[in-house]
T-cell receptor, first 113, second 114 residues
Framework: QQQVKQSPQSLIVQKGGISIINCAYENTAFDYFPWYQQFPGKGPALLIAIRPDVSEKKEGRFTISFNKSAKQFSLHIMDSQPGDSATYFCAASLKTSYDKVIFGPGTSLSVIP | DAGVTQSPTHLIKTRGQHVTLRCSPISGHKSVSWYQQVLGQGPQFIFQYYEKEERGRGNFPDRFSARQFPNYSSELNVNALLLGDSALYLC?????????????FGPGTRLTVL
């Protein structure tokens, strides 16, 4: 019940294209859904986050879509750039324990020129 | 402002040894959490400490222990190292208040067990 599933495992997108990463969860008590970006040799960095009372959140080129009934959420990266090449993790946490973050397995994104 | 800092950056140990990893949180942050990230996987939660008390523990054996000091820095200790303990160990800090949800991660300590 604590698991967060993520797909695809890897993704190759051309520069200017849209990158889409999908995630699903089981525990309906999850209250906070962050996305992290990780570059090689670095720790994860918070990219964007959403709560289940909102269906969509946009920050610049990054948009989270959230479907509470389906227990699914996704990250869209518009106008993908080579600098976006990194590993992306969706995650979830409980309201009572925001610091205990359950991570998905990650998606390795490569944006090619 | 300095971010979360961790030391050492890299560490090589042999099976059966013990290791101590250190973390300094962002100034003003009272919560520190530890994660283990095996190559090719997402980070796995190990511990959370807030105001020097353990607030959460993940599914890790008793060989793993941690503590938080009065200045909110933290240590993660691993005893009787196994090959499977080879991983990137991440420390994250946050304000720790209820409703304060953003964690900031350090660069990690890369532990290799031979």
């Amino acid at each position: 019940q604590q698991q967060v599933k993520q797909s695809p495992q890897s993704l190759i997108v051309q520069k200017g294209g849209i990158s889409i990463i999908n995630c699903a969860y089981e525990n309906t008590a999850f209250d906070y859904f962050p996305w992290y970006q990780q570059f090689p040799g670095k720790g994860p960095a918070l990219l964007i986050a959403i709560r289940p009372d909102v269906s969509e959140k946009k920050e610049g080129r990054f948009t989270i879509s959230f479907n509470k009934s389906a227990k699914q959420f996704s990250l869209h990266i518009m106008d993908s750039q080579p600098g976006d090449s990194a590993t992306y993790f969706c995650a979830a946490s409980l309201k009572t324990s925001y610091d205990k973050v359950i991570f998905g397995p990650g998606t390795s994104l490569s944006v090619i020129p | 402002d300095a971010g979360v800092t961790q030391s050492p950056t890299h560490l090589i140990k042999t099976r059966g040894q013990h290791v101590t990893l250190r973390c300094s949180p962002i100034s003003g942050h009272k919560s520190v959490s530890w994660y283990q990230q095996v190559l090719g996987q997402g980070p796995q939660f190990i511990f959370q400490y807030y105001e020097k008390e353990e607030r959460g523990r993940g599914n890790f054996p008793d060989r793993f222990s941690a503590r938080q000091f009065p200045n909110y820095s933290s240590e993660l200790n691993v005893n009787a190292l196994l090959l499977g303990d080879s991983a990137l160990y991440l420390c994250a800090s946050s304000l720790g208040r209820l409703g304060a949800d953003t964690q900031y991660f350090g660069p990690g300590t890369r532990l290799t067990v031979l």
